[in-house]
């Protein structure tokens, strides 16, 4: 496995990096941002890998959460991957809609077709992806996970999924109950077929109701976020932890919104927590 370095910068005395490698598991050309700490000249340090929200790229976090200066000062990397696979023949939304097809792939392996070729963001974050940085970058295999909206979604179902895989999870405003709100259905139905029982493997609020234990979480999510009862009910999520007594903190922030001035807001918060858990 191979990757290419299509840029790279000086950040807070660390180096922000973009890179490109042919992805076997989503059968295209994949692009991936990567933040290392200064500490990273010296020694392998622990990730955090970041997961993006519809109609994002991999340069969302990385040019608007101010996420590096913190990451420096703490010495943990940054691992942020695209939010599907993408190029050509790689099959998008009839309707080009925002919350299916390229720049939505939900973090779950497709099964049904025109998808089930490419649309495998689930392997691809949880296998392929932490062993090509292993491989080529100064990462250790100390690795906590993050994610907003959809991203936070997939966060939270990966950890959950795969407990000794990750010291930690977080979320900024995630789509906690993804079976029961319309982004969900869209998107399951779309990628998994009509079988609901299948959907819960990607559904946070559901998979903690049936493992009763989770990785150290921390959640956070903006009262004037105008997606909040519709589309993400962190409601669930909390009466899910409540209910099992998992270690979770579920904060709700009056005033703050779904855009990236909340994430800014509160990433240091969510670097500190993880890094209790990594370093």
Not at 7 to 31: D, P, V, W
Not at 128 to 137: G, K, S
């Amino acid at each position: 496995m191979m990757i290419n370095k299509i840029s790279e910068t000086k950040a807070f005395g660390g180096r922000q990096i973009r890179y490109e490698h042919q992805s076997s598991t989503l059968n295209c050309t994949m692009q991936f941002s990567v933040f290392l700490p200064p500490q990273a000249e010296q020694q392998s340090v622990p990730a955090l890998y970041w997961l993006s929200g519809l109609t994002c790229t991999d340069e969302n976090f990385s040019s608007k959460a101010g996420a590096q200066r913190i990451a420096a000062e703490l010495g943990i990397a940054m691992i942020i991957p695209d939010t599907s696979p993408r190029g050509d023949g790689v099959p998008d939304d009839p309707e080009q809609a925002y919350d299916f097809g390229l720049g939505a792939g939900f973090y779950v392996n497709a099964t049904q077709q025109p998808w089930a070729n490419h649309y495998h963001m689930y392997d691809y974050i949880v296998t392929e992806l932490p062993a090509l940085v292993e491989q080529h970058l100064p990462v250790t295999q100390k690795r906590s996970i993050s994610g907003h909206s959809m991203g936070g979604h997939g966060a939270l179902v990966m950890a959950l999924r795969n407990q000794t895989m990750y010291a930690s999870v977080s979320a900024f405003a995630p789509i906690c109950h993804p079976t029961q709100c319309p982004w969900g259905h869209k998107a399951f139905s779309g990628y998994l077929g009509d079988d609901r029982a299948a959907w819960l493997d990607y559904d946070a609020t559901e998979l903690l109701l049936k493992l009763r234990v989770a990785p150290p979480m921390l959640v956070s999510q903006g009262e004037a976020d105008n997606f909040l009862a519709e589309q993400l009910r962190p409601d669930d999520l909390a009466a899910a932890i409540a209910e099992t007594g998992v270690e979770a903190t579920l904060e709700r922030h009056q005033g703050y919104d779904h855009s990236y001035y909340f994430i800014a807001s509160f990433i240091e918060q969510h670097l500190r927590f993880h890094a209790q858990y990594l370093l």
